[in-house]
T-cell receptor, first 116, second 115 residues
């Protein structure tokens, strides 16, 4: 149980284009979903927290107009990187939680984004 | 506020010898603590978690960790390393009460297992 999927697992896009990454909770309803970014050989950095039906809460320094997050249902959240640049190349990982405070997060397998 | 310090960025052990990955935490609340493992280009897998029950926590693949409040530590151990244990390990803290379930990650420890 508690499986989270991400699609695509890897994507290459050209500079200036937008790319959408999906995060799905397969066997539970995710009240809250989180998006993280991980640079090579570094730790995970929380980008934003989203609750179903509400606007996402972005961490300081994360551009909300560049990283659009939509949590339209209890099983799906999407991250859209708009007008991508090479510096946006990274490993993006989502996690999902069935509740609010005190509930465990279940992580997706990650999406490798390369912007050329 | 909460933070996690993983004291070693790299640990190298021989196969069959014990593993010790060190983690110290700081939290304004009574925290939940986790250890996750990440293999190259993969997502995170939960090894074990502490949520204010037993202080000695047993996880998957023979790993265990002990919560020591007096030392603010949550070190990860395994009696005998296996080649498949080679990976990146993250110690993670979450506020148990208040503050939502926002996770704070340590910087990670790369475990290398040699023959």
């Amino acid at each position: 149980g508690a499986v989270v999927s991400q699609h695509p697992s890897w994507v290459i896009c050209k500079s200036g284009t937008s790319v959408k990454i999906e995060c799905r909770s397969l066997d539970f309803q995710a009240t809250t979903m989180f998006w993280y970014r991980q640079f090579p050989k570094q730790s995970l950095m929380l980008m934003a927290t989203s609750n179903e039906g509400s606007k996402a809460t972005y961490e300081q320094g994360v551009e909300k107009d560049k990283f659009l997050i939509n949590h339209a249902s209890l099983t799906l959240s999407t991250l859209t990187v708009t007008s991508a640049h090479p510096e946006d190349s990274s490993f993006y990982i989502c996690s999902a939680s069935p509740g609010l405070a005190g509930y465990e997060q279940y992580f997706g397998p990650g999406t490798r984004l390369t912007v050329t | 506020a909460q933070s996690v310090t993983q004291l070693d960025s790299h640990v190298s052990v021989s196969e069959g010898t014990p593993v010790l990955l060190r983690c110290n935490y700081s939290s304004s609340y009574s925290p939940s603590l986790f250890w996750y493992v990440q293999h190259p280009n993969k997502g995170l897998q939960l090894l074990l978690k502490y949520t204010s029950a037993a202080t000695l926590v047993k996880g998957i693949n023979g790993f265990e960790a002990e919560f020591k409040k007096s030392e603010t530590s949550f070190h990860l151990t395994k009696p005998s390393a296996h080649m498949s244990d080679a990976a990146e390990y993250f110690c993670v803290v979450s506020p148990h009460t208040g503050g939502g379930n926002k996770l704070t990650f340590g910087t990670g420890t790369q475990l290398k297992v040699e023959l």
